[in-house]
């Protein structure tokens, strides 16, 4: 089963930065997935959906990152990104990549793999 390896979290203060990496065990994933998304999840709200990108770079965010967050792939590194910038304290809270249920060529909400184990974001105000 593939691992996903989520690393750049950590603690900043608001309107801070920080650039979140996700890389996966099999060295194809990313390329073979044609939707992957960033889920955050609190103590009281379950893996919301963050941002979705597809393998023709269409992206999408949820109303509360659009404008402060960027998400984008990097096939040959295998490699997902999450750039969150103007960081507000509501965005702390743990972040997972995985992918993601495509219908037809649109990227759903819905995450469809296994999660792997997160890294932390603490944004205080």
């Known amino acids: 089963q593939v691992q996903l390896k989520e690393s750049g979290g950590g603690s900043v203060q608001a309107g801070g930065s920080l650039r979140l990496s996700c890389v996966a065990s099999?060295?194809?994933?990313?390329?073979?997935?044609?939707?992957m998304g960033w889920f955050r999840q609190t103590p009281v709200k379950e893996h919301e959906g963050v941002a979705l990108?597809?393998?023709?770079?269409?992206?999408n965010y949820s109303d509360s990152v659009k404008g402060r967050f960027t998400i984008s792939k990097d096939n040959a590194k295998n490699t997902l990104y999450l750039q969150m910038n103007s960081l507000k304290s509501e965005d702390t809270a743990m972040y997972y990549c995985?992918?993601?249920?495509?219908?037809?060529?649109?990227?759903?909400?819905?995450?469809?793999?296994?999660w792997g184990q997160g890294t932390q974001v603490t944004v205080s105000s």
């Open positions: 990108i597809d393998n023709d770079e269409y992206v």
């Open positions: 995985n992918k993601v249920v495509a219908i037809g060529r649109s990227c759903t909400w819905q995450a469809s793999g296994h």
């Open positions: 099999d060295y194809q994933y990313m390329y073979n997935q044609y939707c």
